[in-house]
């Protein structure tokens, strides 16, 4: 294990002491986690104004996490399609001594993938060290009256383009 603190750094950062000098954290990485954001709870239309309250996944973005097991430290990548996002942001955070924060990664552009930086993920306990936090907001058509129920037609004049917020929370 390299004793060299990772948090902020590039999954490319060679270890520059040590028996393992040299050696790139993301030549260990392996992927632990693969998965989608969900929204919360909202009430959808269809396109007869019906109203189907529900939870989406966000398939146009997909979230990879990464952990180098020689540099104990993992990362986020994330990619989109040609979806716009008005709002995305991503975080990293050490959650054991020493604490961590990262800064706010945005979503990479649409058709492309982006990297964040690594959070040191060494637990002495082998607990649970770090987390990824991705939130989104997505247009989708929505019944903005909330007292309509499920299954029934939602008034016109109450039927908009709204943004849902998605979600992705993965620890590890």
């Not at 392996?30 to 966000?58: C, Q």
């Not at 399609?81 to 054991?96: A, E, K, V």
Request: proline residues 6%; contains cysteine.
């Amino acid at each position: 294990m390299q004793n060299t603190p990772c948090n902020d750094k590039f999954s490319s950062w060679t270890i520059t002491g040590g028996p393992l000098k040299g050696t790139k954290c993301s030549n260990s990485a392996v992927k632990i986690k693969l998965g989608n954001p969900t929204s919360e709870i909202y009430s959808a239309v269809d396109l007869y104004g019906t109203v189907h309250r529900r939870m989406d996944i966000d398939r146009s973005l997909t979230v990879r996490v990464y952990y180098s097991t020689v540099c104990q430290t993992m990362w986020a990548a994330r990619t989109v399609d040609g979806t716009y996002r008005p709002f995305c942001t991503t975080h990293l955070h050490r959650t054991i001594s020493p604490f961590w924060n990262s800064d706010s990664y945005g979503c990479p552009a649409p058709n492309s993938t982006g990297v964040t930086r690594m959070v040191d993920d060494h637990s002495p306990t082998h607990g649970i060290a770090a987390n990824v936090i991705l939130q989104e907001q997505v247009y989708r058509l929505a019944c903005t009256n909330v007292t309509v129920p499920d299954g029934r037609i939602c008034p016109a004049a109450d039927i908009d383009n709204v943004l849902i917020t998605f979600r992705y929370y993965f620890e590890y």
